[in-house]
């Protein structure tokens, strides 16, 4: 799977480091002062990377979390996300990552222990108030935690600091981890799911819908509290069809009750990332479908947008409270 | 003639020798900075010694071509090693600049023929070998030059060992270089080959609908209504399952505003 590892001179000597190397005997190790010299330079391409990534390992120093924008939340004020991991296993089409990254590498931050400290000392700010963390923005949360153990290092933080949430947002069906502990109440795992048609003509390399679902399944039943993401939906004529079918077939194996939270947003991506990510595609539907700019955003008309964010909110309405569906407004 | 190029960047004669062999390229004859020979989709270029040189060479070749949209680049020379056997062949996954400093990494992205190998490109030969790595006089200028002209993926640069600890550089001669390049042609052909097949998947990608020369042609487009005609092809033909305008659609349009504008409004407007 992995047959490249580049490594920062900082982080060569990190247990975390020896480990994943330890993992991939076979893989060419590849020293380097820092990661950018591999990701950050330019003349690279993408969608050729993405037939075999490399895995470099690296050192964060800074910003080590983030304000997540306006609009990104599932139910409390004060939300934060953190990257340990740069770049997805995956290859969902629509996805904002090869837009913005130069390099399909996926870059992973071994110091998780400083991220951790400064997850810490922000929940710690504000003891009375719950706090959200994202960690499925630049990456998917569980796709490779046999060989980055994410969970295994952060859930224990947030297990003590209880005002801390952690979203878990993923595609992937690496549940063992999850499986083989008791659930936190403040963690919740959260499933991106689409139609299976539009699963299996855009999310490359991603699990399918029922492997999904069976995943979902087993942590709703193990006691850990779900979330449902339906971001980005995707305009199809059929679109009001094929999105009931899924709602349908998602609450007939839920647990409507025990779910934490669903979220909604059409597919959208900031344009500089559609220009480049247009680029890299110029030969695939997504983007050549008519498409609007809206304050520096491509996406569907406002007219379309509103059209299916508010059929799909009604759609949902049958099966879980208002209160538990948040659009997505960025 | 191809939509792509093969760029062989060697320093040495003796190095290009086996390689216009069996590739069978034939000399241009207006060159007069650097020798050059192809055989289309190939060209190579023979730089002379030094990262300077190669340098040089990577862009004159690139200059003196048909400007082609995509390319692949290969760097195929000798180098040392302190305890390598001589003959055996390493692709470059690091370069580093000896005298700079400066590193560049190549993307291996495809099965290799043979294993990889970091290298140190001095100014000058060196009997002094490094512990981890190949020493070669190249790499580094031509990778440099070549990232300016193609993405990184599609440059590569192979070295034999020709000499090491045991058996230095001073005793290497012309008749050597080529034998220990003959030896190596498998693994360069299949290096070429797999180059080829990236870079004729990058012009398959980016090829200009099948319309685009004939319409282009007929009426008289600006530069920028070029790209919007090729853009605007492209989505008719991604939405209408390859299906073009035809000449008789676009028969009442006079200007090449008319055609841009005719495509537009009939480009389809409903989603799949």
Known sequence: ?330 | MSRYKQFIVVALACEAKPLIAHYKLKKRTQDSAFPCFENDPLSLIISGVGKVAAAAASAYIVATSDRPEFSSWLNVGIAGHQHHNIGRAFVAHKITDASSGRCFYPTHITDLPCPTAGIVTADKPVDDYPDDALVDMEASGFFETASRFSTTELIQSLKIVSDNAAHPATGINEKQVNALISAQLETIDDILRHQQQLAEELCTIHQAPAQYEAIASQWRFSHSEQIQLRDILRRWSVLNNGAQPTREDLRDCHKAKHVLLWLNAHLPDEHP
């Not at chain 1, 139910?75 to 990257?83: I, L, P």
């Not at chain 1, 904002?96 to 996926?106: C, E």
């Not at chain 1, 539009?198 to 942590?219: G, T, V």
């Open chain 1, 1 to 330: 799977m992995i047959d490249t590892i580049y490594i920062e001179a900082a982080v060569a000597d990190h247990p975390r480091t020896q480990e994943i190397c330890a993992r991939f005997p076979a893989a060419t190790q590849i020293p380097c002062e820092r990661y950018g010299e591999i990701f950050n330079r330019k003349a690279q391409n993408f969608r050729l990377q993405k037939k075999r990534p490399a895995l470099i390992l690296a050192a964060k120093h800074q910003n080590f979390v983030k304000e997540a924008p306006l609009g990104y939340a599932i139910g409390g004020q004060r939300n934060y996300y953190f990257s340990h991991m740069l770049n997805c296993l995956y290859d969902c089409r629509y996805c904002f990552l090869q837009g913005m990254f130069r390099s399909a590498h996926y870059i992973l931050f071994v110091n998780y222990e400083d991220f951790q400290q400064e997850i810490l000392s922000i929940a710690q700010q504000t003891p009375d108030e719950d706090v959200y963390f994202y960690s499925g923005y630049d990456c998917d949360s569980l796709a490779l935690e046999p060989v980055t153990h994410f969970t295994e290092a952060f859930l224990p933080v947030f297990e003590k600091q209880t005002n801390a949430w952690l979203e878990l947002r993923t595609k992937s069906t690496q549940v063992r981890g999850l499986l083989d502990r008791d659930p936190l109440q403040n963690c919740v795992v959260a499933f991106s799911l689409n139609p299976d048609a539009i699963a299996r003509e855009l999310e490359h390399k991603a699990p399918n819908l029922e492997r999904r679902l069976q995943a979902l399944e087993k942590c709703q039943t193990q006691g850990w509290p779900i979330g449902l993401r339906f971001d980005p939906l995707i305009y199809r004529a059929d679109y009001r069809e094929q999105y009931q079918a899924l709602f349908d077939t998602v609450f007939s194996r839920v647990d409507a009750d025990r779910v934490h939270s669903v979220s909604l947003g059409v597919f959208r991506l900031p344009e500089v990332y559609y220009k480049n990510t247009q680029k890299l595609y110029p030969d695939d539907k997504l983007f050549a479908e008519p498409l609007y700019k809206n304050n520096g955003v491509i996406s569907y008309s406002p007219e379309q947008e509103a059209e299916m964010l508010s059929d799909c909110e009604q759609m949902l309405s049958a099966y879980l409270p208002d209160n538990k569906v948040f659009p997505c407004l960025l």
